[in-house]
Nanobody, 123 residues
């Protein structure tokens, strides 16, 4: 099992930046692809960004391309999401998830989830 804990959420003004962190415990975390999801009230949960086990491949939602950057440090069991040029539409609860499978994005299921951290962007 993998336990994930997110941190770094808060209230940010539009145009600002924020860095979210996901710290994992449990064995073999470095073997998993990891994704950041978000869910706003009245909307479906969506995948924002994902990264393969070694950081060699990343995917981003079209809505955040050029603004968000996902990275990982396997030595510290940490995955980060740097968000810049934030918009009010980015307001949501952000979740970190680990994907079982081969360690590449889309090769498994999002089996392990953190508790979420709230990001609020004011206009």
């Amino acid at each position: 099992q993998v336990h994930l804990v997110e941190s770094g959420g808060g209230l940010v003004q539009a145009g600002g930046s924020l860095r979210l962190s996901c710290v994992a415990s449990g064995r073999a975390f470095s073997r998993y692809a990891v994704g950041w999801f978000r869910q706003a009230p009245g909307k479906e949960r969506e995948l924002v960004a994902a990264i393969s086990w070694n950081g060699g491949n990343t995917d981003y939602a079209d809505s955040v391309k050029g603004r968000f950057t996902i990275s990982r440090d396997n030595a510290k069991n940490t995955v980060s999401l740097l968000m810049s040029s934030l918009k009010p539409d980015d307001t949501a609860v952000y979740y970190c998830a680990a994907e079982s499978g081969l360690g590449y994005i889309g090769t498994g299921s999002w089996d392990f989830w953190g508790q979420g951290t709230q990001v609020t962007v004011s206009s």
